[in-house]
């Protein structure tokens, strides 16, 4: 039998309400394709397992959710999973607004269940993916031959505020790459100055008190 995670539950209450109806969509077909899956986190989002590895993923954002899977290219054909009208639109920098983790989002931006395929479609996605874990496939996107994420570059602003914080600061520098990226990135992708500002001061506060930034998903 699979396992459920009340730190999904929590992520699902503290959701938009356009998302809620989404996320429980998702969660209950997941189970109902896979009864085995087991749910956990994943760089604070909500993911499921199967047979140890990852099966698919999901998160709420402040405008849309997403969805995929961990081998997405060998389960959702070419032009079949995003929607008309859903595609991440770039912004004025040229990056994708939409924001997650590689491997998630063949869906696109989600803002209705009717943004994703019909439910026999998806429970015939959900059997392929489980597929793929028992015959020991690889995603192609995370072989030995995956090219890794360049290390990230703080900008001179965060760091000058974290050095007049000496205890943000060891505790910076003592994150992996990964929750080194989720911080910057959440702060450099502000659309306002008054939004980083205000950002770049709660991290701060919450690094200096040890916090990773997706901490209140943690238990």
């Known amino acids: 039998m699979g396992k459920k995670d009340p730190r999904i539950d929590a992520i699902i209450a503290k959701s938009a309400d356009f998302a809620k109806p989404i996320l429980t969509h998702i969660r209950k077909l997941v189970h109902q394709g896979c009864p085995e899956a087991e749910e956990t986190l994943k760089w604070g989002m909500p993911h499921f397992l199967y047979g140890g590895e990852i099966l698919c993923g ?41 924001k997650a983790e590689p491997g998630m989002g063949q869906f696109g931006k989600l803002t209705s269940v009717k943004d994703l395929p019909n439910d026999k479609t998806m429970l015939g996605y959900i059997k392929t993916a489980m597929t793929l874990n028992d015959q020991g496939v690889k995603s192609p996107t995370r072989g ?64 200096a008190e040890g916090k990773v930034r997706l901490w209140k998903y943690q238990r």
């Open 58 to 98: 999901m998160a709420p954002f402040k405008a849309h959710a997403v969805f995929g899977f961990w081998k997405g290219s060998l389960i959702v054909p070419a032009g079949k999973g995003v929607k008309a009208g859903t595609e991440p639109r770039a912004s004025k920098n040229g990056k994708s607004e939409a």
């Open 144 to 207: 030995k031959n995956a090219k890794p994420k360049p290390p990230v570059e703080a900008p001179a602003y965060f760091l000058a505020a974290l050095k007049k914080n000496k205890a943000a600061l060891a505790t910076y520098q003592g994150f992996s790459p990964s929750q080194k990226r989720e911080y910057v990135e959440w702060i450099t992708e502000a659309k306002t100055d008054a939004t980083r500002d205000s950002r770049l001061a709660t991290a701060v506060e919450w690094m």
